[in-house]
């Protein structure tokens, strides 16, 4: 019978806890093709059948009756902790201390003052040797051949991962409504009669504006600049449909004096733009912008032919982050843009970085401006596994809130999108038994804890105590999250390891305190003078340090490993 054992002797040798990629290894140990790892035995794993790995952030120590992390400065804080009986501890999540003899402590991903994504570290590995081997080999193909701009636009399938207004005649995914258009299709009989100087395509860059009206947001601005010449050739204000609430001037440059001279439609702008994108003598025009799929909608319209600076240059923390205009254009071009403060962006400017980029990765190749070019999707690896059945015998499926299937689960066999536990439950129950892997997540103990609320912002600075959550919605959590463990795992099949992580703490205060940083940062870079500020607004060296604390708590995680 396959079984987990820790190794306590190599945990303590570790400078920190078991990571969130030591448990992403363990899976792929197990599903795929990598190494065993040192801090944990895995008995017989190829006698394990299915694999389940389920994240529930809000099961903490105290929840099964553990002391807190760390334990004590005398006993290793990383080595795992024997949980108590349900009869012993009273816990309201039975199941774990009657399914699990040990909680692993884990760390989750970061630096000093911010934790980063428990998803993209656990969805994220690096490649093996003979697929690095292989990638280098591709990309000094690549290199080979004479680089146009074409060779980086968006594919089908990034289009729709991108969430981009995909044209009907490409692929019936996205549903047009009142208002929208989308740029002709060409025959291709029609392009063999072009004479071969007409044949390359045009490329321009685009960047819009938006204002926020009752209707939500709508188009202001248009700024479009032709790639070879450099020369600005539609440069409009829009004039949104319905009254503007909110000119969102710190982001559009947009004010009222300047849009109340504005006549132009969207209608009429679409009329003006749709000869620069599909002209009568040649093929449909390339356009290029950041988030460009953003510009569309914006625009409402549909096109075929895409490139997106935040798709071909990538976050420092791999996708499925993406990296913003301005940093982009100061890490890669070293100049500074959208330095105008409250006074907003220019789309000009904006547009121009976006040629730039586009000028910088032709000139340097496609692996410009990547990061993690050797890491990989988990279920990319797990295509490729030989060891049950040959590559692309491991079905994966991902179950989750949300729309995983543009997110983590891209790569995955099978994606079930979610908007409750109980929705992932049902996922889950019904995906397991055709698929090698699977990944849940269940928040309602989290949400209970407070811990979804949304991202502070830069507006919402003051710094308060977490409020307690009330215990009858926490209790109530609980025992429903208790009741979806019990219920999956009853329905588990012989020899499935069923992996629990929390991924993480309460991260409340971390949150708190970073928007707080943030402010004061963004109001000294905005010619404020601290002596100017309110004291209580002042970041100082007591608030990084407390930063820097509640950081470390917000990474403890606990690990829960067993197989049925």
Known sequence: MPRFMYVNGEIVKRKDAV???????????????????????VEHPRSIEKVVA????????STLALPPLPTSATVNPNIPLSIPLPAESHTPIPFIA?????????????????????????????VTPQEKAKRQAQRASQRAFDSTPALYMLTLKEMIENEYPVPSYMADVFE????????????????????????????????CEMCLTEDGKELTRVCMIDYESGIVV????????????????????????????????????????????????????????????SDLRALRICHPRCIDTAVIYHHPRGRPLKPGLAWLTKKWLNREIQTRGDSGHDPEEDARACIDLLRSKLRYGPSYGEYKTDFESIYERMGRAS??????????????????????????????????????????????????????????????????????????????APAEPSPIVLANAQATLNNQLVTLYSALPARTALIIF????????????????????SAIRTG????DMDKADWWTANDGRELEEEVEKAKRGLLFLGVK
């Open 19 to 41: 990571h969130v990629n030591d448990v992403r290894d363990l899976v792929l140990h197990i599903v795929a093709d990598a190494p065993p790892p040192n801090w944990v035995k």
């Open 54 to 61: 389920l994240l529930i952030p809000g099961i903490l120590p």
């Open 98 to 126: 009657s399914t699990y003899s040990h909680a692993c402590p884990t760390r989750a991903p970061g630096d000093q003052t911010r934790m980063y994504s428990v998803l993209s570290e656990f969805f994220q590995c690096q």
């Open 176 to 207: 047009k409504g009142p208002g929208w258009i989308e740029t002709p299709q060409v025959s291709e009989e029609s392009l063999l009669l072009l004479p071969a100087d007409k044949l390359e395509s045009k490329v321009y860059a685009i960047d």
């Open 234 to 293: 539609y440069d409009k204000l829009v004039k949104p449909p319905k009254p503007v609430i909110d000119y969102m001037t710190k982001w559009s440059g947009i004010t009222e004096s300047l849009l109340a001279s504005a006549t132009t439609t969207v209608a009429e702008v679409q009329a003006q733009l749709m000869p620069i994108l599909a002209p009568k003598n040649g093929p449909i025009s390339i356009l290029v912008g950041h988030s460009l799929e």
């Open 387 to 464: 060891g049950r059945g040959g590559p692309g015998s491991v079905r994966s499926v991902v179950v989750d809130h949300g729309n995983p299937g543009v997110m983590h689960g891209s790569k995955a066999s099978s994606n079930v999108p979610c908007t409750s536990d109980e929705e992932v439950l049902e996922g889950l129950l019904q995906a397991i038994p055709a698929h090698e892997f699977a990944f849940g997540r269940f928040t309602g103990v989290a949400d209970a804890l407070g811990w979804l609320t949304p991202k502070a912002t830069a507006a919402e600075t003051p710094v308060v």
């Open 502 to 521: 929390t991924g993480h703490s309460d991260p409340r205060r971390m949150a708190s305190l970073n928007a707080r940083k943030s402010a004061f940062e």
């Open 528 to 531: 404020k003078k601290a002596e």
